[in-house]
Every structure is written in C-alpha cells, then in structure tokens.
C-alpha cells in the first residue's frame, strides 16, 4: 500500500478533480476581482493596472555600505526600499554596547542614532520612495528615526510612505527577538498603530505576520490560522484605545511565506484574502471596503533554500515568486541563491530581482487577474485551505486569544509537531530535496559576501564621537520627558520622536523603557 498523495501542509489530493468537488454555489460566492470577499485579488484589474511592488531584503555592515546596496537596486529596477537590522538595533541596543561585540553589522545595518539613518538614506528622496522596515521591539524608535530624516529633508511625516513589521506576537512563536514583557510590547505596537493612524496615512504601522511562523516549522493552515490570531489581537487592543476600525484597518498589512507547493500557495492567499474580509466585516463590522482588503508582502521562503548546489535555488526562488503573483501580492522580496551561505552578493541579489521582472514583464500572468481561478483543484484547495485555518483560529479563540494560546504554549506545540512530521519525511525519503537527500551529486560553491570586521570598529568610534559632542542637558530632558509618559498610559511615539531629535540613541531610549516595563525572560519548569 502506497503513502497518500497529500499537499504540504497534509491535504489529500485526488487523482484528478472536478465540476462534483466544487460546490455549486462557491462560484458566486468567490466574486470578482475588486469584490468582497476578494478571493480573486483586491483590485478589479489587478497587475494589468499596476504591478506589484519589488522590493529586496537589504541591509548589512554600515549605513554607508546598505546606501550604496540601495542605490544599486534601485538603478537595477527596483521599485522599493526593504530595510533589515542588525541584531543589537533590533534588541535596542546600541552598537558599543558589551553584548553587541560581533554582531555589529552582521545580519542587518547597524543603527544606533539619526545621524545613522542620515547615512542610511543619502541621497534618496522619502518623498519619493516606499520603505520596508523589518523591526519589532524598537520599531516605534526605528519610524521615529525615519520621520526624522525625512523632516531634514523637507518631507512632512503624513507624506511618507511605507511599513514598519512591528508584529511583536510573532517574536514570542518564533523569532525570539523581543525586549519587554507581552503586555508592554503589545502597548508599543498599538502606540505605533494608533500614532500612524492620526498622522501617517501612508503608512502601514504593522505587518502581521505569518512568514516567520512558517519559516519556524508551521504549515499553510497554521501559517494563516495563527497569524489571524494575532491579528485580531491588534485590533482588539486599538479599539480598546478608544479608535474605530474604519479608522486604522486599512492601514494593516500582512506578510506570508512562499513556498514550493505551487498550487497549494496560490490557494492559500486566496483563502487568505476571503478569511480576512469575513473577519472584519462579520466580527469588527467595518463599514468601508478597504477595511476589509487583506494587503500583504510575500517573501520567498528562506527555510527552503538549500548550501547544497546553491544555483539550485534560483528555480525554487522563481516558483515561489510566481506563485506569489498568481495568488495576488502586493508587494514581493525574491530570496538570493547565496542565502543558505552568506548574505548575499550584488550578482545574487541582481539575479533575485531579474526573476521577478521576468515574470512580470516576459511571462504573461499579469494580463488578466486571478488567472488561475476556476481550476477545480485550485478552487477545492481554496476552500478546504480555508475552513482549517478558520478552525484552527477557533480553537485559539476557544483558549483566549492569541496571549494566552502562545503563553500557554499550545502554538509552539502545534509548530512543532508540523515541522518534525515534515523533517521526518525528508529523513525517511518520502519528501525530496533536489541536491540533499536525491540528485547530490557536487557543484561550485558561489563567491561569498563578507562583512569587514572594521566595518564594526568605525561604526563603534563613530557612535562614540557622535555622543561625547551631544548637549547633556537636552538628552538627559528627552528621556526624562519619556520615562515620565511611559509610566502612564499615553501613546510614545511622540516622546520617542522628539528624544531622537535630540540625538538620543537606540539603546537610550530602549533602556528607558526597559526600566519603565523590565525585561522579558522566558520561564523555564524544570
């Protein structure tokens, strides 16, 4: 007896499907390009009237160094900015800080004042140009940072344009990159939230996501199921602030994974899209259609790039893209062939890019919206993909919520019973890797990006030159103004905007909050 043909995330898949394994009425119920529930894509023409935004993931060494990454692209093609930190930016602390020794730089730029974000963005108009900034903890500081700049540069805030992730839930599942206590990230994140909502309307002040929830071990279900959850998290603690939903929800944005099951992924966003309008039109009531449009950023799925035979994943890059397209994105990152091995070089991340110009200029997916819709497999895997992940987001409901399924560690089980029933099937052979455990035979490795080790030493001098010219006197009344307002209940972002100003740092002003809020620590029972 043969194993069962199943989709990635367990589906079983028929031999072939028909007119019978889709219900009569789902056709209607699917609507139209542009129509609630907007499982065909959230613009009548979609890409026929406007493509998607390419944006690649880019940030390492100095600021200096990430400007000129910038600069490269965009003379390449691209058409917006995606921003990642290093790690001590992301914990909110400075780069000469003690722990920071070692990962200045390394796995994103390394920002610890305006005068680094001066750097980061010289010589490019944020009037102009849509900016991505993958940070959590220290977000509201990071788009403090960014407002700043573009202040200098005479652009008001309210004519900004971009997303900061700030999606502090996920930190707790998956990546582990948090600072305070839940209840205090959560405040942050609706501070930015609520702040964006009254004076950046151009800007997106969270992305859920689901992405790295994938990237952890989850599968599509659980990828949707729980970062729904944690959506709804958001919501109800902004409209415990007092805000409408029509006032912010148009504002929120998502960003999921791509990865190689090419149907079962187009599936999934479609099924995204017709959960996310249900929830806020049944569940919040939002009155305004564009409360009810599920936005994302699809990224090319990490986690299945393979060291082995390297040039291997710029065809699994390429069908994650696609279908990344056909399952209607609004905005996209294309991983690089090096990424299992090293950041990536200019040639990579040139060849990232061209991948998704070719699709969307040499390929034909983008002359008609939801190409796709109508293919009975599709469709049965649309709605089967939807009903689980609207089950799954019930049992975390039935818990109390996305807090307590994650503090009660309900989440990380789930994950983690997904990706071992996936690492077994690679071990067992069931699941093929191309190059890792079938076809392994060798190839050339790519030329590797190496970070300067005295990338890290100028940028500790400088840091340390910028702070012994500060006035002591306005840093110390910038923060002596936010320690106070931290420990009442009003919005930040105001407080932190000005600290920055006054040439406050990162680390600063984290640790401010840090003892305003203390320190998360997870508890371990032995």
Not at 29 to 34: A, N, V
Not at 77 to 85: H, K, N, Q, R, V
Not at 446 to 459: F, G, N, S, V, Y
Not at 480 to 507: E, F, P, W, Y
């Amino acid at each position: 007896m043969t194993d069962p043909v199943t989709t990635d995330s367990g589906i079983p898949v028929k031999k072939i499907y028909e007119a019978k394994d889709v219900p009569p009425n789902w056709a209607r119920s699917m609507g139209k390009p542009g129509q609630f529930p907007y499982t065909r894509g959230i613009y009548d023409g979609m890409y026929r009237n406007r493509l998607w935004t390419m944006r690649q993931y880019t940030g390492f060494g100095s600021a200096r160094e990430t400007n000129l990454r910038f600069k490269y692209l965009i003379s390449h093609g691209e058409t917006g900015l995606s921003t990642a930190f290093d790690l001590p930016t992301q914990l909110g602390l400075d780069s000469d800080h003690p722990r920071a020794v070692g990962e200045v730089g390394r796995v994103g730029v390394a920002i610890s004042s305006v005068h680094d974000m001066n750097r980061l963005f010289e010589g490019i108009d944020l009037g102009k140009v849509s900016t991505s900034m993958t940070i959590n903890a220290t977000a509201p500081i990071l788009l403090s940072l960014y407002i700043a700049v573009g202040l200098e540069q005479g652009v008001p805030q309210n004519k900004l344009r971009g997303t900061t992730q700030n999606d502090i839930l996920k930190e707790y599942i998956a990546r582990n990159t948090y600072i305070y206590p839940p209840e205090a990230s959560l405040r942050l994140s609706v501070d930015l939230i609520e702040y964006c909502a009254h004076k950046m309307p151009h800007w997106h002040p969270i992305s859920i996501s689901g992405y790295h929830i994938r990237e952890s071990g989850a599968n599509a279900v659980q990828e949707l199921g729980f970062c729904f959850a944690n959506a709804i998290e958001y919501i109800e603690a902004t409209l415990e602030r007092g805000l409408k939903i029509d006032q912010f929800a148009p504002q929120l944005s998502f960003f999921f994974a791509c990865r190689n099951d090419f149907l079962e992924e187009i599936a999934k966003f479609r099924a995204a899209r017709r959960i996310w309008a249900h929830i806020m039109k049944e569940r919040f009531k939002a009155r305004s259609s564009e409360s009810c449009k599920l936005r994302f950023h699809t990224q090319t799925s990490g986690e299945t790039l393979t060291a082995q035979q390297p040039d291997n994943n710029i065809v699994r890059v390429a069908i994650q893209a696609l279908a990344g397209v056909l399952g209607g994105t609004q905005s996209l990152h294309t991983n690089s062939r090096d990424e299992a091995l090293s950041l990536p070089t200019e040639e990579s991340v040139q060849i990232a890019l061209r991948t998704q110009q070719i699709i969307a200029h040499e390929s034909g997916v983008t002359k008609t919206a939801d190409p796709l819709g109508g293919s009975y497999y599709l469709e049965y895997l649309t709605r089967d993909l939807e009903a689980k992940a609207t089950g799954l987001l019930k049992r975390v409901e039935d818990l109390g919520g996305a807090r307590k399924a994650i503090e009660s560690g309900f989440v990380h089980r789930e994950i983690q019973d997904s990706a071992y029933k996936f690492q077994k099937s690679v071990d067992e052979g069931q699941t093929i890797i191309v190059g890792v455990n079938k076809f392994t035979e060798g190839s050339t490795a790519p030329k590797i990006q190496r970070i300067d080790p005295k990338l890290e030493k100028a940028q500790v001098r400088q840091l340390k030159k910028m702070k012994a010219s500060r006035k002591n006197m306005q840093i110390k009344s910038a923060l002596g103004r936010l320690s106070k307002s931290a420990s009442h209940q009003q919005n930040l972002v105001g407080d932190i905007l000005n600290a920055v100003r006054a040439n406050c740092t990162v680390g600063e002003i984290s640790d401010v909050l840090r003892e305003a809020f203390g320190e998360y620590r997870v508890r371990i029972d032995v």
